[in-house]
């Protein structure tokens, strides 16, 4: 039994770090396209991911997203605001609740466009990518988040740079929940980088971001 125990021991640690090795990764391939509102790149697309609404209002997490989306297209880091989430039953439209926000926030609903089935990070970027024809764009999100994001939309071919919130700030606990949950997700989204699954929709090509930036007063 003594005899087994080493090995195993060793075969414990190399599993442990196996398991961490994909979201290490993630965080040392991101790092560089980390930027905040003021030094961020002027590009067409801020890219605002879905975070969840609760009574038709948004979660705190994604509020802090929407504000941060607001806060780039004031500065004029961003013309069109994409805004990406789950609208899979009619009961539930993420996207919709996402977009009232910003205007009330002041960017124009004009400079707005939904994607109403970006059901997950993977789904979002891939469908920013082929379905809206985003080549460039800022993901905004949380700091937890932001390796896995800009990993994946890159891996969509879409050239991303991340401004992210943190959420210690007011969620210290979730926070940390989040942190640790990204280690299984990167595990899935190394699978997404590799492998480029198809999305669980896609549909025809979508014209709303050219419209947006032919929008008058754009």
């Known amino acids: 039994m003594w005899?087994?125990?080493?090995?195993?021991?060793?075969?414990?640690a190399l599993g442990g770090y196996a398991l961490y090795l994909p979201a290490g990764w993630?965080?040392?391939e991101s790092g560089r396209y980390w930027t905040d509102p003021a030094r961020a790149p002027k590009?067409?697309?801020?890219?605002?991911?879905g975070a969840g609404v609760l009574a038709g209002k948004p979660t705190p997490m994604l509020l802090e997203r929407l504000k941060l989306g607001a806060e780039l297209y004031r500065r004029g880091k961003v013309r069109v605001l994409l805004?990406?989430?789950?609208?899979?039953?009619k009961s539930y439209d993420e996207p919709s609740v996402m977009r009232d926000v910003l205007t009330a926030e002041g960017v124009p609903p004009a400079r707005i466009v939904l994607d109403y089935a970006g059901f997950s990070t993977w789904d979002s970027c891939v469908r920013a990518k082929r379905i809206f024809g985003v080549d460039q764009a800022?993901?905004?999100t949380q700091n937890f988040h932001l390796p896995r994001a800009l990993t994946l939309c890159r891996a969509a071919g879409v050239q991303a740079w991340g401004v992210g919130d943190d959420s210690t700030r007011y969620a210290t606990g979730v926070t940390v929940s989040l942190y640790m949950r990204?280690?299984?997700a990167a595990l899935k989204a190394t699978y997404e980088a590799?492998?480029?699954?198809?999305?669980?929709?896609?549909?025809?090509?979508?014209?709303?971001?050219?419209?947006?930036?032919?929008?008058?007063?754009?």
């Open 3 to 12: 005899r087994c125990r080493a090995p195993l021991t060793v075969l414990g």
């Open 26 to 28: 993630m965080y040392a």
């Open 43 to 49: 590009v067409t697309v801020g890219m605002v991911l």
């Open 83 to 89: 805004v990406t989430g789950d609208n899979s039953r």
């Open 138 to 140: 800022i993901v905004i």
């Open 182 to 184: 990204e280690v299984p």
């Open 194 to 218: 590799a492998l480029h699954p198809r999305p669980y929709f896609l549909g025809p090509r979508e014209a709303g971001i050219r419209r947006a930036l032919e929008a008058p007063g754009n």
